[in-house]
């Protein structure tokens, strides 16, 4: 007998008739345990969100979690040759499935099986019904090999420390997973991290890589990386912080849980925040084996944030600092924007933001990466004004169309801000 189970909301006079089914079905489970195999099925994300009906029926029963594995795209094409081997009809060269396989950094078995079955629809079109051979569509995209992240993380300008501490997480996590392999102890082994530092140092580019990096050394196995912050770990209800916690760490199992200003959930007007802290330091060890998590910040306030519960300081291995770059660092860094954006930048235009950046560094939370990235953007604009306004708009060559000169860096300056004053005028 399959039964259904749905929250009660909406349910209205039925509410009390649910509860009673769920108290009922939780004492023939308690009652009938020995003779009878019960199996509830829940969906990830998709859970009864009705606390008595997961006390009346969950605490009687043992719970297993099954998910659906993922594996590399040599694993899947190494499956795929597998299935293919099994069609009925003929061809001679059966590798062109590979081309059915969807660009990701994993593969599910249902991302596999969604190739197969494309490939075999159209092999039936070619090999079987002749007929249709020549109705064939292409698709055609051309796009460029990515770089390997742990090669986009040396590219990176600056950041000479932070790169020095990841060389270490990488090898320490390729010693764990060898003991592992060796049957050997692993127990203590955490890889909690938090990165302080201000706005636009790079702190969620470098947590990005360092997830791909990982999945690439196969220290996690999914490779997922969720982000998330204070809305999203923290309820405006009684009950419910603690189920949304631990839903963010469900959907981060075998990957990266990136929090996000961390320290905003601790909020004397919110109580729901100190439960929040309290459910994170508990999920942590609960699934420490399967999920990473990274605290981000400003670096003052990340240490205030690390007072809160006596706990997590303890839980956090690796504490990573991302300083504010130098107005070198951000003039290279403004060549390299550029260079990925098939732009090139005069010298003089260079020597002019240089200027900029000199006074920028001197301005609190001035911004860094997200400055220069803004300086680009505002610089793109105005070239392209600059052009269009030229008389023989039809004979632009192709670098006049790269470059930006020095007239299209005309950028206004941070404002400073104006000191608050307290007291009458």
């Known amino acids: 007998m399959i039964i259904e189970l749905k929250s009660n909301e909406g349910m209205g006079r039925f509410a009390t008739d649910f509860h009673e089914f769920t108290k009922r079905t939780g004492e023939i489970l308690e009652k009938q345990k020995k003779d009878t195999l019960f199996i509830f099925v829940e969906i990830t994300g998709k859970s009864l969100n009705d606390d008595d009906a997961i006390d009346n029926i969950l605490k009687k029963a043992d719970i297993i979690q099954i998910t659906e594995g993922t594996g590399t795209l040599q694993d899947a094409r190494n499956y795929l040759t597998e299935l293919v081997e099994q069609v009925d009809f003929g061809t001679e060269d059966k590798s062109d499935v590979y081309d059915y396989l969807a660009e990701a950094e994993t593969y599910s078995v249902t991302d596999i099986f969604n ?79 938090m990165f302080s530092g201000n706005p636009g140092t790079a702190k969620t580019s470098v947590a990005r890589l360092l997830c791909k990096i990982l999945k690439e050394e196969s220290a996690i196995s999914s490779g997922r990386f969720v982000e998330c912050g204070r809305q999203d770990l923290v309820a405006k209800y009684v009950g419910w912080t603690a189920r949304m916690v631990e839903d963010k760490f469900k959907e981060a199992q075998g990957g990266i849980l990136f929090i996000d200003e961390a320290y905003a959930l601790v909020d004397s007007s919110n109580t729901y925040g100190a439960e929040a802290i309290n459910t994170v330091v508990q999920m942590m060890e609960n699934y420490r084996d399967s999920v990473i998590v990274i605290f981000a910040g400003y670096s003052e306030k990340m240490q205030t944030f690390l007072e809160q ?67 680009l953007d505002q610089a793109i604009i105005k070239q392209s004004a600059r052009i269009l306004k030229m008389e023989t708009r039809e004979d632009i060559s192709r670098e006049e169309i790269c470059r930006l000169k020095r007239e299209d860096f005309r950028i206004h300056e941070i404002v400073k801000k104006s000191e608050k004053r307290i007291g009458f005028a």
């Open 309 to 375: 519960n006596e706990g997590l300081k303890s839980r956090i291995a690796f504490h990573l600092s991302f300083p504010d770059y130098s107005p070198e660092e951000l003039t290279d860094i403004l060549t390299l924007m550029s260079q990925k954006r098939d732009y090139q930048i005069d010298e003089e235009a260079k020597e002019y933001c240089k200027e900029l950046f000199c006074n920028a560094v001197k301005e609190e939370n001035f911004g860094n990466g997200r400055y220069v990235r803004n300086i």
């Open 115 to 193: 190739a197969y079955n494309a490939w075999y629809g159209s092999g039936l079109k070619t090999h079987v019904y002749r007929a249709y051979r020549e109705k064939k569509s292409f698709q055609v995209e051309v796009t460029r090999v990515p770089n390997k992240p742990y090669d986009t993380l040396q590219e990176m300008i600056g950041l000479t420390e932070v790169k020095t501490v990841i060389d270490e997480i990488i090898a320490a996590s390729k010693v764990v997973r060898a003991r592992e392999r060796m049957g050997l102890n692993t127990q203590g082994a955490s890889f909690h991290m």
